[in-house]
């Protein structure tokens, strides 16, 4: 396959910029954590704890990227963002917005959730192709055990309903390993809307099966996956990766950034 058709895909739970996290803060990290998207060439990618002053110090080291996206506690700039960051030259957006995990509006918290929960989707063209696809990025809560079961569903319902029937992608950190319900959920092949975890189909996969590691502090049998890319409709999955990499003691985030290689078939 020609390579303008392939596009690397990533989800990329940054942590949050917290002062209590030392010499782990996002001052130390900002520019490993932008070198890092650079340096794997991701096309597109769907990130998460993305605080405004965050999310401009990427826009500041990554100028070849746009975004779409919001605050989580005010549908503006108040909150954590779960931004969608896409090559400008690459890709245009079509259509695009943002739904709470709720049951009502803005800023809400759903069912029993400990903190608001946003998901941002856009309907991306590629140039190279002219191909579109739907895209969706989220964080799922990670407490209510009603809010993660009917914000999975919620996710598969808005993909179904939003996306205009192309292929879908979506991102995000679901709080989850494969074998909880969430994942349950929006995996379930009895439903015609469910999505499949991209590693499972990967051509070729690379890097460790667990996606979360605080700072390098859970011993590595403790360590679990709860990031993902999803995958809907005609997308060949060519390879998957989970990346680990570290500059000397410092870590670009808390979790590891997942990349996939897609093809829009």
């Not at 695009?96 to 941002?120: I, M, P, Q």
């Not at 579109?132 to 569903?153: C, I, P, Q, W």
């Not at 029937?165 to 809307?193: K, M, W």
Request: proline share 4%; glycine share 6%; with cysteine.
């Amino acid at each position: 396959k020609n390579n303008d058709e392939k596009m690397n895909v990533m989800s990329y739970n940054i942590r949050y910029d917290n002062s209590g996290d030392k010499d782990n803060q996002w001052k130390f990290r900002r520019d490993f954590a932008a070198d890092l998207v650079k340096f794997h060439e991701a096309d597109v990618f769907g990130a998460q704890e993305v605080l405004n002053n965050q999310l401009n110090d990427l826009l500041d080291r990554l100028p070849e990227y746009a975004y779409v996206g919001v605050g989580r506690e005010d549908g503006k700039t108040k909150g954590e963002y779960t931004p969608i960051f896409y090559r400008k030259d690459r890709f245009s957006v079509e259509k695009s917005g943002n739904f709470w995990l709720a049951e009502n509006a803005v800023g809400k918290k759903g069912w029993d959730a400990a903190c608001e929960r946003v998901a941002t989707w856009a309907i991306l063209k590629d140039k190279n192709t002219g191909k579109k696809f739907f895209f969706l990025n989220t964080h799922l809560d990670h407490m209510g055990k009603v809010a993660r079961h009917e914000g999975a569903s919620l996710v598969l319902e808005q993909a179904k309903k939003l996306s205009e029937n192309l292929p879908i992608i979506v991102t995000g950190d679901f709080n989850a390993v494969p074998s909880d319900e969430p994942i349950q959920v929006l995996t379930n092949p009895s439903d015609p809307r469910h999505l499949t975890h991209s590693r499972t189909i990967a051509g070729f996969t690379y890097g460790p099966e667990w996606t979360f590691h605080d700072f390098g502090k859970i011993p590595y049998d403790k360590r679990e996956w709860i990031d993902y890319i999803f995958v809907k409709g005609n997308i060949k999955v060519l390879r998957h990766g989970v990346l680990t990499e570290t500059l000397n003691n410092l870590f670009p985030s808390d979790h590891c950034p997942v990349i996939s290689t897609l093809i829009l078939e």
